[in-house]
């Protein structure tokens, strides 16, 4: 899986190196292809009388092809996005670190219309999702159909707003999200935010911006339990909050590098019978983080 890991990316770099298009407002601009690792720091867990420590890689790969239809106003939307997570596990034990890998495959398809000629328009989204840590053959319990469903408007140049409901496992469950969009530029400062998963606020320069972002993830993934453990283990729920500075710049006419740091609060590491049950909550305490990402923008 590393190697595929490997020339996916290699495929990816050559992709955004070919594939500049014309640069358009960063109000407006449209990411089309997506690449980002993020590593976080190692932290401490304590379960009863059991202590250790964990640390954490992910990788995160998106693409995303937009296809304006012949009536010049409906935009369809086909994307792919693969995400990898890698927790490795160290105890009191003096037994040797253990990784495990967590995987996430998702085709997104998506409709953009607009609605009369106040403004608005409505995103409509289903994301069906395999996440898993593939130890075994992919099963429906590997599954999760994502959607969502936003309805927005621009009420001028500089401030668009909307509302809307999305079912997805950013938060480690599977749960409705209600989602409020309020994205607001002035001069240099923009403002960007999805609540309750992202904000971001930044100044922007000729060719680079800086700023504070909140950002929200995770995922379920499915579990394959282990023999040398004497639980029922079935489920895998991971989130956690990234707090911090953010810095975007262009490297090229159309391709964004970004890096982002800060503090992980929040962070949940839960495994879960099949019933839904908690019975092994490792989740560590808050620390530090680091990402480094490729865009490529029209």
């Known amino acids: 899986m590393k190697n595929t890991i490997t020339i996916a990316s290699l495929l ?16 407006r601009e449209f990411v089309i292809a997506e690449i980002n690792y993020v590593n976080y720091s190692t932290s401490e867990f304590q379960k009863n009388n059991h202590q250790g420590d964990v640390r954490f890689s992910a990788i995160n ?3 995303t092809l937009p296809k304006l239809l012949k009536n010049k ?4 939307l086909n994307g792919f996005e693969f995400n990898n997570l890698n927790p490795t596990f160290s105890d009191n034990t003096n037994a040797s670190p253990k990784t495990r890998g967590f995987f996430s495959i998702a085709y997104n398809f998506a409709l953009r219309n607009p609605i009369g000629t106040k403004g608005w328009n409505y995103t409509l989204s289903l994301k069906p999702t395999i996440a898993s840590d593939l130890e075994e053959k992919i099963s429906s319990e590997d599954l999760i159909l ?19 409901l999305s079912f997805n ?3 480690g469950e599977k749960q409705i999200v209600p989602i409020i969009q309020l994205n607001y530029k002035k001069n240099n400062w923009e403002t960007k935010s999805y609540l309750p998963a992202y904000i ?7 060719r680079s911006k800086l700023g504070l972002s909140i950002n929200v993830n995770g ?3 499915n579990f394959s339990n282990s023999n040398t ?30 890096l982002n740091g800060g503090i992980t609060i929040a962070k949940k590491l839960d495994w879960k019978n099949a019933n839904g049950d908690s019975v092994l909550d490792l989740s560590p305490v808050n620390k530090s983080f680091f990402k480094i990402g490729l865009k490529l923008v029209k």
Request: aromatic share 20%; proline share 1%.
């Open 12 to 27: 990816f770099f050559s992709f955004l190196s070919t594939t500049a298009q014309k640069k358009q407002n960063s109000f």
């Open 61 to 63: 790969l998106r693409f």
């Open 73 to 76: 106003k409906t935009l369809i």
């Open 146 to 164: 994502q959607a969502l469903a936003i309805f927005s408007k621009r009420a001028n140049s500089n401030f668009k707003y909307g509302f809307g």
């Open 169 to 171: 496992t950013r938060f």
């Open 200 to 206: 971001g606020h930044f100044y922007n320069f000729n």
């Open 219 to 221: 995922n379920n993934y």
């Open 229 to 258: 453990i004497n639980i029922d283990l079935d489920k895998l729920s991971y989130s956690r909050i990234n707090i911090g500075p953010e810095y975007e710049m262009y490297l090229l006419k159309n391709i964004k590098l970004n």
